[in-house]
């Protein structure tokens, strides 16, 4: 559809829509420093059977940066809100979300404010938090995430050539690491390092506990950014959630190994 008949939420967001007008939605949502391109090997797979939703967050890909209000952006919230918006806009219905990484966290806020919308959460790599606290294993000490945004602000193209290959964890196809840094190296970095604060400072773990929409749970094995622990967390606080931990490692299998994450997404949608 050409860019001047989308409404301006579809504007703001770079939606783009596929797939079976008939079918079931199936929206898809990328991770921190991603744009809707992530879910290229991904989502075609369910267009034969889906109607298909792909956007950018905004600020990320082709998404109207003009729209980006750090007041709104401050939490998480404010991208559910957006998520909320295009649910609206295409009166959308029993919506198979779909969200890596911290959108992940952004579709369960959602789907707790408007549970009417939602069918099915698929969380990949998901993370309510990932400082360590008492009790609780996020992975990280919040030194280390300190650390981490210094150097962010400090010089944000080198920081994405060393931490995108370290995210996917696939060493053996380096190709992987190179289009991730690609992707975090097309964003604004005032944009990726406000960000990169709200993502991996926040704590949604009281949030999970509210979810009443059916969720799969998807774990990586030997992801740095959300390990096992934060994994079976998150299905320990949903009720009635599934957990599936896959042969693939890292953080991005929808890089990494499409396939097995298709493979898992279709199995549990039945």
Not at 221 to 236: K, N, T
Request: proline residues 6%; contains cysteine.
């Amino acid at each position: 559809m050409p860019t001047d008949q989308l409404s301006p939420v579809q504007q703001r967001n770079n939606v783009t829509v596929s797939g079976n007008p008939a079918g079931r939605p199936m929206v898809f949502a990328h991770g921190f420093g991603c744009s809707q391109e992530m879910w290229s090997a991904v989502a075609p797979f369910f267009e034969q059977d889906y109607r298909v939703v792909r956007y950018d967050q905004v600020g990320a890909g082709g998404s109207d940066v003009s729209a980006y209000d750090a007041g709104k952006y401050d939490s998480l919230h404010g991208y559910a809100e957006d998520l909320l918006d295009i649910l609206d806009d295409l009166d959308l219905h029993d919506a198979v979300f779909v969200g890596h990484s911290v959108s992940a966290m952004i579709g369960v806020l959602a789907a707790v404010r408007k549970p009417d919308r939602f069918g099915a959460l698929i969380l990949v790599g998901p993370s309510p938090r990932y400082i360590n606290a008492d009790g609780y294993i996020g992975g990280h000490e919040q030194e280390d995430i300190d650390s981490l945004l210094d150097a962010l602000d400090a010089n944000y193209l080198g920081w994405s050539a060393t931490i995108a290959p370290m995210i996917v964890g696939h060493s053996q196809t380096p190709a992987l690491g190179e289009s991730l840094t690609e992707s975090f190296c097309s964003i604004d970095p005032m944009i990726a390092g406000h960000f990169a604060r709200v993502t991996f400072l926040s704590d949604n773990r009281r949030d999970l506990r509210d979810v009443t929409t059916p969720t799969l749970i998807l774990q990586c094995q030997e992801d740095i950014i959300a390990p096992l622990p934060v994994g079976e967390f998150v299905h320990s606080e949903i009720p009635g959630s599934s957990l599936v931990v896959m042969s693939a490692t890292g953080h991005c299998p929808n890089l990494s190994a499409p396939e097995e994450l298709r493979d898992e997404i279709r199995a549990y949608l039945g």
